[in-house]
């Protein structure tokens, strides 16, 4: 596609019930990450991808936060047992071969709620 | 990583032009200057990046001083569309991939 697709756009969760959330990135993109965004404030890394091989997790906040890209193209973050402060939009960008000479692109987002 | 510090809110009018200061005290020798904007319910947009000196695309102007201790942006003749949040990020650009590290940003509202 033109652009980074995510779904759903938006996301009500009970507390203690898992979320999966997808993120499609431009055809052909390298790189993939995930962020965090709370209300008011700036996107916060949680993991990046080269292709299929997680990279780097060192920004998930705890273990019931999960990353997967089986086949390097579509990722899905999975939140298990879900809690309050896990509220906030969660944000997708890929770029291709890693360069962020030309930025990278961030899809529209997931609002997660968790009541 | 470089800290970045920039003011938390700016007010313009339509058609004056905006300069946005960016201070990274602390930048290091191989670290470039990034420049996203967002808008409500979307992701960060790349703007502009630069090393040193004047960089100019379509959509604004760089300025980063000898000591690239500071940068600014520059947006020429703002409309209301560009009111929206930037963000100044520090980093090095090396060709592979790196994790970004965003501030608050500054919000830029823009009045008729």
């Known amino acids: 596609g033109a652009g980074v697709s995510q779904s759903p756009r938006y996301k009500v969760a009970k507390r203690g019930q898992d979320v999966a959330l997808r993120c499609d990135p431009i055809s052909g993109h390298v790189s993939l990450f995930w962020y965090q965004q709370a209300l008011g404030q700036g996107p916060e890394f949680l993991t990046y991808?080269?292709?299929?091989?997680?990279?780097?997790k060192s920004g998930l906040p705890s273990d019931r936060f999960f990353a997967e890209r089986p086949e390097g193209s579509v990722s899905t973050l999975k939140i298990q047992r879900t809690q309050q402060e896990d509220s906030a939009v969660y944000l997708c960008?890929?770029?291709?071969?890693?360069?962020?000479?030309?930025?990278?692109?961030f899809g529209s987002g997931t609002r997660l709620t968790v009541v | 990583l470089a800290k970045t510090t920039q003011p938390i809110s700016m007010d313009s009018y339509e058609g004056q032009e905006v300069n946005i200061t960016c201070s990274h005290n602390n930048i290091a020798t191989n670290d470039y200057i990034t420049w996203y904007q967002q808008f409500p319910s979307q992701g960060p947009r790349f703007i502009i990046q630069?090393?040193?000196t004047k960089v100019t695309n379509e959509v604004a102007s760089l300025f980063i001083p000898a000591d690239r201790k500071s940068s600014t942006l520059s947006l020429p003749r703002v409309s209301l569309s560009d009111t929206a949040v930037y963000y100044c990020?520090?980093?090095?650009?090396?060709?592979?991939?790196?994790?970004?590290?965003f501030g608050s940003g500054t919000q830029l509202t823009v009045l008729p």
């Open positions: 630069g090393y040193k």
């Open positions: 991808f080269q292709n299929e091989a997680q990279l780097d």
């Open positions: 990020l520090v980093g090095v650009s090396s060709g592979s991939a790196r994790q970004l590290t």
């Open positions: 960008a890929s770029s291709p071969k890693g360069k962020d000479r030309d930025g990278y692109t």
